[in-house]
């Protein structure tokens, strides 16, 4: 979804967002995001929140966040998915704030249940991006290193037992990892 995209700052100038676009400042970007992600969002936001109303409203400014910071957007450190997945985390950790600073509009209960949010178990949501991000960062890695990786860290398999699947030294087995892990250390990531 790169490209040249207009954009209407606070101030009513016209401007355009540059070559790392994330597509949200045109109709066309904003119509594909929504036919994507949508129904993604307010699931998400639903679950979270537990309110079909806040779950909608958090659809909506985390919308409107991304379509301000639409120039912002860097394909190199995730998708524009992962990216409207992370805006809406921090939308609704807002939220969840901003109901815990009033607890007239809630009960104790919601307070205690919102306000940890950042704690919670991920939801099949989260689990999936993170699956995902996982699957596109190990794609970066040569095989030899991937294929060490998977089996050691991810498999929680002993060095000798890999090395001894792989039929190869163990300090084979113990360096790529290393080069592994320290490849994956300098990449970008996040959204």
Not at 141 to 149: D, G, H
Request: proline share 3%; hydrophobic share 45%; glycine share 8%.
């Amino acid at each position: 979804m790169s490209g040249i995209c207009p954009v209407v700052d606070v101030a009513g100038r016209r401007s355009t967002c540059g070559v790392a676009c994330a597509g949200l400042c045109n109709d066309d970007g904003l119509a594909a995001v929504l036919a994507a992600d949508r129904a993604l969002l307010h699931w998400r936001a639903m679950r979270g929140l537990g309110d079909s109303g806040l779950a909608e409203h958090a659809v909506q400014e985390t919308l409107l966040r991304a379509w301000r910071s639409c120039a912002g957007f860097d394909e190199r450190k995730g998708t524009v998915r992962t990216w409207l997945l992370a805006i809406e985390r921090n939308v609704m950790i807002d939220i969840a704030r901003a109901r815990a600073a009033r607890p007239a509009d809630t009960n104790w209960d919601e307070i205690t249940e919102l306000s940890d949010v950042r704690f919670a178990n991920p939801d099949f949501a989260e689990r999936l991006v993170d699956g995902l991000l996982v699957a596109d960062l190990l794609a970066r890695l040569p095989e030899s290193q991937r294929a060490a990786v998977v089996e050691v860290i991810l498999r929680d398999r002993a060095y000798q037992e890999v090395a001894d699947d792989f039929g190869v030294p163990v300090g084979t087995v113990k360096t790529r990892v290393h080069y592994a892990l320290r490849s994956l250390r300098s990449l970008p990531i996040g959204a």
